[in-house]
């Protein structure tokens, strides 16, 4: 009965947080490790989560051509060796720190998801240290001295702690490089997808796959990642930014709580 439950709150998270390209890795740990789960056991989980249901979101935005390759390749890259890294070291840290960790930045995510996302077009910059993309209509502008070091930050900190990073990269896209919003959440779903596998194998070389947990767990993610894709082609994601703000900031509080009392 409790692995029913956490598979159906799994499944849940799932569709809503594929539909904002958000991955809810953030969430899937916290589910696992407030519903008892242990912390390493917790952030393997939440990779393979991340893993199927990515896969099947990226399939749905692909054929939908709401995604850009020169941008998934780049920050995809990027974050998924770093995410390699970081979960490959996360087992030379205890499960304490990995959880203040996780809710500081679960804080921050919410934080950042709480202020508006504004759509700005860009002029090309012909500067060293600056790549411009152009697709079709559209011209990315992206500040390589900036973007690369928050990306590498980015994509430790998520294989480390088991957390997707699309409330990071979301934004800088965005913001910092001109990207449409849906383009952003499609291509934010691809790159969660190579972040999740090197993240994932990073943490499982370390003993810390369940197959027990992660194969039911998976089974819903892809499940969920189908529907929530369809969703977000026909839906604005932007409704969803303060809700999952909010709960993302809720869920850093009961973390660090759950921390603290050393649970």
């Known amino acids: 009965m ?3 439950i956490v598979v159906a709150v799994i499944f849940l998270l799932t569709v809503v947080m594929i539909m904002s390209g958000r991955g809810g890795g953030n969430f899937y740990v916290a589910a696992l490790v407030l519903s008892g789960v242990a912390m390493h056991t917790a952030s393997t989980t939440s990779q393979f989560i991340l893993l199927l249901s990515a896969l099947m979101g990226a399939i749905a935005f692909g054929k939908a051509r709401t995604m850009s390759w020169p941008l998934v390749f780049f920050f995809g890259g990027l974050n998924a060796s770093m995410a390699f890294v970081g979960g490959f070291t996360a087992h030379s840290f205890g499960g304490m720190t990995l959880e203040f960790v996780l809710s500081f930045l679960l804080f921050i995510a919410g934080i950042a998801m709480l202020f508006p996302e504004k759509e700005s077009p860009k002029a090309a910059i012909t ?12 011209l990315y502008v992206i500040n390589l001295f900036i973007a690369v070091p928050l990306t ?8 480390m702690v088991g957390i997707s990073g699309g409330s ?3 934004p800088l896209m965005v913001v910092g490089c001109g990207v449409p919003m849906r383009t952003a959440v499609g291509t934010a779903t691809a790159m969660l997808a190579a972040t999740a596998l090197t993240g994932f194998t990073g943490n499982a070389l370390h ?3 369940d197959p027990s947990l992660a194969i039911p767990c998976g089974i819903v993610a892809v499940a969920g990642g189908l529907i929530g894709s369809k969703i977000a082609l026909k839906t604005k994601p932007k409704s969803l930014k303060t809700i999952s703000g909010i709960i993302t900031i809720i869920a850093a509080i009961i973390m660090m709580a759950n921390a603290f009392s050393g649970k």
């Open 2 to 4: 409790h692995t029913m």
């Open 207 to 209: 003993g810390g796959f």
């Open 168 to 170: 990071f990269l979301i």
């Open 152 to 159: 590498l930050a980015t994509g430790f900190f998520s294989g």
């Open 127 to 138: 500067r060293f240290g600056y790549w411009n993309i152009s697709e079709g209509d559209n």
